[in-house]
């Protein structure tokens, strides 16, 4: 039986080869898929702005806050939808927390993904030292996002995509979108980025 699979195996070598490197494809773009759908790790947050923070929210309009891993390129995603979110709402606070921890030289958190947050009007980009803001807020997945009223209540607390790198409209946006308009209680969807405190990401 062997000896005649061998045999199948010899001549016709490059049909096999194509099999197995279409399975390992197929593998490979399967996980793929499964990793772009798993959502990171969130935690319940509170119901108003931390009153231990060192930031604070506007008095007069929404406020907006995101954690960003500066490594994460999941997070670029994030970052593009925000400005849905500011087209919706021009007078939006954006404030974002980007992660910088003490043991890497000083500027090392200002990647593209500092930049690109930079190009967001009037937006405020604050160097997280060891993610202590992030802790306030409750915070662990880059890409989380806070949102606020005028009063410091909560009226979102989730993702604004519906996978890692997706741009575009999704259920987690209109949550965010309707968040800005309504005054009803707070909503929350997945978190789709790179934990902030991520030490792979830390050594690239």
């Known amino acids: 039986m062997l000896s005649r699979l061998w045999s199948f195996v010899k001549k016709n070598w490059v049909i096999c080869g194509a099999l197995g490197w279409l399975f390992t494809l197929t593998v490979g773009v399967c996980l793929v898929f499964k990793y772009d759908s798993v959502p990171g790790s969130t935690t319940t947050p509170s119901n108003g702005w931390p009153a231990n923070s060192n930031i604070t929210h506007s008095s007069t309009n929404n406020t907006l806050v995101m954690l960003l891993h500066p490594k994460c390129p999941c997070s670029r995603a994030s970052l593009h939808q925000v400005a849905t979110l500011t087209t919706n709402d021009n007078s939006l606070q954006c404030i974002f927390l980007v992660y910088s921890p003490t043991q890497f030289p000083k500027g090392w958190e200002k990647t593209d993904i500092w930049y690109l947050a930079a190009e967001v009007?009037?937006?405020?980009?604050?160097?997280?030292?060891?993610?202590?803001?992030?802790?306030?807020?409750?915070?662990?997945?880059?890409?989380?996002?806070?949102?606020?009223?005028?009063?410091?209540?909560?009226?979102?607390?989730?993702?604004?995509?519906?996978?890692?790198?997706?741009?575009?409209?999704?259920?987690?946006?209109?949550?965010?979108?309707?968040?800005?308009?309504?005054?009803?209680?707070?909503?929350?969807?997945?978190?789709?980025?790179?934990?902030?405190?991520?030490?792979r990401k830390a050594q690239l």
């Open 121 to 199: 009007p009037g937006a405020q980009i604050v160097s997280d030292i060891d993610g202590e803001e992030a802790k306030k807020f409750g915070g662990i997945t880059s890409g989380q996002t806070y949102i606020f009223d005028r009063k410091g209540i909560l009226k979102y607390s989730g993702g604004l995509t519906e996978g890692r790198g997706h741009v575009g409209e999704c259920r987690n946006l209109d949550l965010a979108v309707k968040a800005l308009k309504s005054g009803t209680s707070a909503a929350s969807g997945a978190v789709y980025g790179c934990p902030i405190e991520d030490p």
